[in-house]
């Protein structure tokens, strides 16, 4: 959510803590600021983009100059979007700034407290009283930052990710951290702290990911030390980054959604590579392999995930349940933890996140893990909290995803997914060696065959400009393809702002077929051969109700082309493999909507990449 950048180092801070802002941006916000020290703390703070706090700022230019400062883009929690709510906030004898992201939970009483010895507030944020109470602890028992930010800590209640300046020591920044992301990067005579490792990659690559309950001092010196809160030297890992200035930018594309939807070929190829070779008829994961006796004598299996990793999580299902036979339930973690649920030593978890920092699905995976299940992470981002807080897991490869709405992480995931149901059967014993050569050839296939979907683009274009003006829309689906139907109507509404529903075929006629006249397009992804006629049935409903009918269907399919209004071809895999391909038209409709209807697409309203807040 928020984005947090730092600098300390001998260059001007401003240009640097302006580009590395402009790199958060996916993370999604309402208002943007800084805070400069030089000799005194100059705060520019502004509600909206990143590109209003800059030209704000050009009427400042004298307040510009200096080699340490914070920066920060907020996404609203406690107080409205506005200049004063903004990041950073300053203490109440303005000798500390602060930029925050998380919530503090116990902060109303916290401010009563404060507001007793003398403190006086002008936000309606939890930051402003976190460093309040930093300046109360430090100025009454006479304390370096770092101890008093310690001090602080130990009494909030909540998450964070923080760092803090003094301008009585201008040679020195603070960091922590608590179930909110904070990397601290490490370069030739400068430091970086950032919520993520995308603002740092233009200066360094070695960086460290704060554990949590961590607080790192870094001194211009160069010297820095990690302690806990409970005052214990850390002995931190100094990673290397591996990613490219240029996987971060648009190359050429209008947009990173519409970029990442053609890294598709690539990036689920990426997410095989090394895991599967059809010739010679295996599936592996380096996660899986140390466990795969335990994985396949579990009772069960549990995924856990929010928003698009969960309607990964629902193929899944399908995916663990016909080729590895194991029961198999998923859950929101955001609900997962609030209903005392019943998790044993011999259940198998699955943690589904792309940036590794959704805050619902950590907390539930640590919840599981107290029961003593096995906790298996698929996350995009290398080094991020549940890829460390997980027993093992696999990354998908994906690549940076910039676009606030889940395009190839999602196709990625589902890669993942598939080897590791496809891994588990053949393991089991339970595959013919036909069948299994057939699913992973047609795996093998994939990144060709969604190439030859991306090739359809202007038919799909032209299909977007037809319906772009509806109010609703419906999408259907069976099997494997319900799930690609709840999530075809995500993107578009998460986009274009038009509501939409994703629902079980057969379902439509328990309610949602009361909606239904000329003005509601209907999706539907036709393309399972399990209930075909079924669903020819479906769309014939539709139409009998002068419902608009576009139709995902595999290729050369006759009847339901004389049947629909628009249909969009996919070439023709094993049913398992389906949501891979008729996920691709989906996206690419939902993204042509919406920048027809002049929306922003990369930083949908209200949105934020990760959430990283409960």
């Not at 303005?94 to 507030?121: Q, W």
């Not at 190439?451 to 038919?459: G, R, V, Y």
Request: net charge negative; hydrophobic share 40%.
């Amino acid at each position: 959510m928020c984005g947090i950048v730092a600098y300390l180092g001998q260059k001007e801070a401003y240009p640097i803590l302006i580009e590395g802002l402009k790199r958060l941006e996916y993370r999604g916000y309402d208002s943007a600021g800084v805070a400069l020290l030089n000799g005194g703390i100059q705060v520019i703070k502004k509600q909206g983009r990143v590109s209003d706090l800059e030209n704000y700022a050009n009427d400042h230019q004298d307040k510009l100059y200096a080699s340490i400062g914070i920066a920060h883009t907020r996404w609203a929690t406690h107080g409205v979007p506005n200049d004063i709510n903004a990041h950073p906030h300053v203490s109440g004898n303005g000798r500390l700034a602060l930029i925050h992201n998380g919530i503090i939970e116990n902060y109303a009483s916290i401010k009563e407290a404060l507001k007793e010895l003398g403190h006086s507030f002008s936000t309606d944020t939890d930051t402003e009283v976190l460093v309040h109470l930093i300046e109360e602890i430090q100025s009454t028992n006479n304390l370096e930052l770092e101890e008093a930010v310690r001090l602080a800590l130990n009494k909030v209640v909540g998450a964070y990710a923080i760092v803090v300046i003094d301008k009585e020591t201008p040679d020195k920044i603070v960091g922590a951290k608590l179930s909110s992301p904070l990397v601290f990067g490490i370069g030739d005579d400068e430091m970086f702290l950032a919520s993520d490792a995308s603002p740092l990659i233009q200066y360094t690559n070695k960086v460290v990911y704060l554990e949590d309950g961590e607080i790192i001092t870094a001194h211009r010196n160069g010297d820095y030390e990690i302690r806990t809160l409970t005052n214990k030297v850390s002995d931190p890992t100094v990673q290397k980054l591996d990613l490219k200035i240029d996987e971060l930018e648009k190359a050429g594309y209008p947009h990173y959604m519409l970029k990442e939807i053609f890294q598709q070929p690539v990036s689920v190829a990426e997410s095989m590579r090394g895991r599967i070779n059809a010739n010679e008829g295996w599936a592996t994961l380096g996660g899986m392999a140390p466990h795969i006796n335990r994985i396949a004598q579990s009772n069960r299996i549990v995924i856990m995930a929010c928003g698009t990793s969960w309607h990964a999580g629902l193929i899944a299902e399908y995916l663990f349940e016909e080729l590895a036979r194991i029961p198999t339930e998923v859950e929101y973690a955001s609900e997962f933890r609030y209903r005392n649920p019943i998790i044993n030593s011999n259940d198998f978890i699955i943690a589904i996140s792309q940036s590794g920092e959704t805050a619902d699905t950590l907390a539930a995976i640590k919840l599981a893990k107290t029961k003593g299940a096995l906790i298996y992470g698929i996350v995009n981002v290398v080094g991020s909290t549940i890829a460390r807080e997980t027993d093992s897991g696999s990354y998908t490869h994906a690549g940076p995803e910039i676009g606030v709405a889940s395009t190839k992480a999602f196709t990625s995931q589902l890669t993942v997914l598939t080897l590791m149901a496809l891994y588990l059967g053949h393991h089991k014993g339970l595959l013919s060696e036909d069948y299994f050569r057939k699913l992973l050839t047609g795996l093998e296939n994939m990144p060709s065959k969604i190439a030859k979907i991306l090739s359809k683009d202007e038919q799909i274009k032209y299909i977007a400009g037809e319906i772009r003006n509806a109010s609703n829309a419906l999408y259907l689906g069976r099997g494997y393809n319900f799930p690609v139907a709840l999530e075809g109507a995500l993107k578009l509404k998460e986009i274009s702002y038009i509501h939409a529903e994703g629902y079980p075929a057969a379902e439509m006629k328990h309610g949602p077929i009361a909606l239904i006249d000329m003005y509601m397009p209907v999706i539907v992804i036709a393309t399972n051969k399990s209930a075909y006629e079924k669903i020819v049935s479906n769309i014939q409903e539709v139409k009998a109700r002068k419902g608009l009918v576009i139709a995902i269907v595999t290729e050369g399919d006759e009847t339901i082309k004389n049947l629909a209004d628009y249909i969009i071809e996919i070439p023709e895999v094993e049913e398992p493999l389906t949501p891979l391909l008729s996920v691709i038209p989906l996206q690419l409709l939902a993204y042509h909507i919406a920048v027809m209807r002049g929306c922003d697409v990369d930083q949908p309203r209200n949105l934020a990449k990760s959430v990283t807040v409960e």
